[in-house]
């Protein structure tokens, strides 16, 4: 079983950047590969981003070059920082953990790209 809780999330102007935090709790981080997912208002969920565990990293293409996955096996935490912010980047951002066919989900944190 695994927890994960999302921060950083808030409201910011086109071209601002924000970094998104997802700590991990309740079982052995560095097992898990990471993500982060995002979901606008009347949209389905989309893939942003994912680290493996040996730190191989993905991206969507309508982020690649603007957004950065990193993770933190000592903190237990994955980051997501966000630079050159789109108002398309509007949604809540939801962390993932992978191992094998288990899967969890944080509660998610919202992120505004507005002016």
């Known amino acids: 079983q695994v927890q994960l809780v999302e921060s950083g999330g808030g409201l910011v102007q086109p071209g601002g950047s924000l970094r998104l935090s997802c700590a991990a709790s309740?079982?052995?981080?560095?097992?898990?590969?990471m993500g982060w997912y995002r979901q606008a208002p009347g949209k389905q969920r989309e893939l942003v981003a994912i680290i493996t565990t040996i730190s191989s990293t993905m991206y969507a293409d309508s982020v690649k070059g603007r957004f950065t996955i990193s993770r933190d096996n000592a903190k237990n935490t994955v980051y997501l920082q966000m630079n050159s912010l789109k108002p398309e980047d509007t949604g809540v951002y939801y962390c993932h953990a992978r191992l094998v066919h288990l899967n969890y989900w944080g509660q998610g944190t919202q992120v505004a790209v507005s002016s």
């Open positions: 309740g079982s052995i981080f560095s097992r898990y590969d």
